[in-house]
């Protein structure tokens, strides 16, 4: 009972109010959503400035536009479920989010507009022709940039100068589409910055437990968390392990320094969504997925935690600190 009270607190429905359509003199337009866990602080961040964004493109909750939620978690089969419950409502258009989101909603329609996010790869996944011509009915937004790879080791190497190993890790189920991405470029910036460099795939967190204490026997180790659904799901725990083990890892989410962890770096996720409302607000007055190229991450942070630096003993570089977007004290 508590959980569909705080789900209905955020706006779902489960229908869309029949009264409002008498009401209004233009045509109420419908929208669903598939999002992940209602109860993570950043996924109703994320919700939170999609709607801030399509309000100020004019629609209005109520007056011109209906949304109804469905909230899921890491399981395939609510996804479905939530999908099949989405398109039977008939929706003008359907935003969801994560690879395994939009892969349960477009098994469910070829034929409504499906935008998404955080997706890694929707050519490879089969979700969109191409990245500039989509051509289905899904186009969106992927936060996949391969040189964030070798970029993760040049600012873990920066703000702990000592590191002369990085190990890169990450969760096969959930980064298998995209990983490979990664691997050129961080094996490239290893050897750039004289660190040897070691790819660790772990299955669940007793494994990442494992390397990290292997790591912590090992003097001048550091990590790289690759921010796939598992680092997501599983963020405080990795940022209390390196904590407690002190090693120093960054990570591609500002959610991990927000709590404790020594640094991260990468797209801003709560852009994504702004940019979101932008493909919202055009298929909705017309245009057509299959014509709006999938794009790629336009703004990155640069997240820094001082006071887990000052922890570890390191001496934050005033270079790095100017170039940040963020410090917490």
Known sequence: MRRRA?????????????????QQPQRMRRMGVLQGNA??????????????????????EGRNIEIAIRW??????????????LVALQPDLILTESTPAAAAMLEQTHTIPVVFVLVADPVGSGFVASLSRPGGNATGFTPIVSALGGKWVELLKEIAP??????????????????????????????????????APVNDMPELQSHVTTQAGEPNSGLVVVPDAFAQHHLAEIAELTARYRVPAIYGSRSFTEIG???????????????AASYVDRILKGEKPSDLPVQA?????????????KEFGFDVPTSLLARADEVIE
């Open 6 to 22: 705080f789900i209905a607190g955020l706006g779902s429905a489960a229908a869309w109010p029949l009264a409002a359509h008498a």
């Open 39 to 60: 109860e993570d602080r950043d996924t109703r961040a994320w919700v939170a400035a999609l709607r801030d964004e399509l309000g100020k493109l004019g629609w209005t």
């Open 72 to 85: 899921t978690t890491a399981d395939v089969a609510s996804m479905k479920r939530f999908a099949k419950e």
């Open 162 to 199: 000592r590191v002369g190993r990085v190990t890169l890790s990450f969760n096969p189920p959930t980064a298998a589409t995209f990983i490979q991405g990664y691997l050129s470029p961080f094996k490239t910036a290893a050897a750039s910055v004289g660190v040897e460099a070691i790819v």
């Open 261 to 275: 962890g020594l640094i991260s770096y990468g797209p801003s996720l709560v852009d994504e969504y702004r940019r």
């Open 297 to 309: 991450p336009v703004k990155f942070e640069l997240v820094i935690n001082a006071k887990t630096a």
